[in-house]
């Protein structure tokens, strides 16, 4: 599994807590050149991606979605990353290029560059309606802003982790992922006294991998020492957009007729892009006009 991501799943013995730990650097470092991000921006991505991709492995269905979504007052501005079940990621960020000065102990400031603002969680399970909930964002820092959200909103302690990390010479990315950790109803004293004192001695998720290598089962390990962990699975991760041009013809034709008659009278074809994957999708007036015929047929 050299050139590729993985995450891996485990819980204790006792069946008290669960866990995740993901490598993601070559989507992350794919995305990044792809696009041309800043490492601020390549790092607030990855995090976010990597983060939404431990999510999405709790979903059930095949077709289920989780978004992440942070709306901040920095520079960065917006980002939103979806994944699902079947290990599948796609985000972007609104302003790709930002660059600012490292913070005091010399790390990328991404808290700065994300601001105050929200996070935003969606649930996309088939039903009528997707789940929506939303706290606010602590520090901006992503893993934290996590930690908040799923004590505020879904009232389970978690420990998250979550780290790009990049050749200071070439700007590629060497090391990405993160864990994710929560409790269960249940969670003896014992036990988190224990991750506690795992995670107390516990540096970075890029620094570990660094030294260790990408091992996502080790990182596990490392933090559930001592509480008997049990690997219950681990799955190929990957960057994957599902846009198409019925998909983009969708979001046309929800559009007011008004525009699309403005459209439809021009001479050049219109042009829909997709803000994840960047793929053009172009309409001429004549497919747009036939939209408008489909829509006033349905009335
Ligand atoms: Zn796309």
Redesign the pocket.
């Given at each position: 599994m050299s050139d590729t991501d993985f995450l891996v799943r485990m819980r204790d013995e006792a069946g008290t807590l669960r866990a995740l730990a993901i490598t993601s650097k070559h989507l992350v470092e794919a995305k990044r050149k792809q696009e041309n991000l800043s490492p601020i921006a390549a790092a607030a991505l990855g995090r976010l991606m990597s983060a939404a991709l431990m999510m999405g492995d709790w979903l059930k269905g095949e077709n289920d979605t989780l978004t992440l979504e942070i709306s901040g007052e920095g520079e960065l501005s917006h980002l939103v990353a979806v994944s699902n079940a079947k290990g599948e990621v796609r985000g972007y960020v609104s302003n790709p290029s930002v660059i600012l000065p490292p913070n005091e102990n010399g790390h990328l400031a991404v808290g700065k560059a994300i601001g105050k603002g929200r996070l935003i969680v969606i649930r996309d399970l088939g039903l009528k309606r997707p789940y929506v909930s939303a706290t606010s964002l602590v520090s901006g820092e992503i893993a934290e802003d996590l930690t908040y959200y799923f004590a505020q909103s879904e009232q389970t302690p978690s420990s998250v982790g979550l780290g790009v990390r990049f050749d200071p010479k070439t700007v590629e990315v060497i090391s990405a992922g993160g864990f994710l950790i929560q409790l269960l109803p249940g969670c003896p004293e014992s036990t988190i006294s224990c991750l506690e004192k795992n995670l107390a001695s516990f540096s970075s998720v890029t620094e570990f991998y660094q030294s260790h290598g990408d091992d996502p089962a080790l990182l596990l390990r490392t933090l559930l020492a001592g509480l008997s962990p049990i690997e219950e699975g681990k799955k190929e991760v990957r960057w994957h957009?599902s846009?198409s041009k019925d998909r983009a013809q969708h979001t046309l034709s929800s559009l007011p007729k008004k525009d699309l008659e403005e459209m439809a009278n021009d001479t050049k074809d219109t042009e829909i892009v997709?803000e994840?994957?960047g793929?053009s999708y172009r309409f001429s007036p004549q497919e747009i006009q036939a939209m408008i015929d489909a829509k006033e047929a349905k009335q």
């Open positions: 957009c846009c997709c994840f994957c793929k």
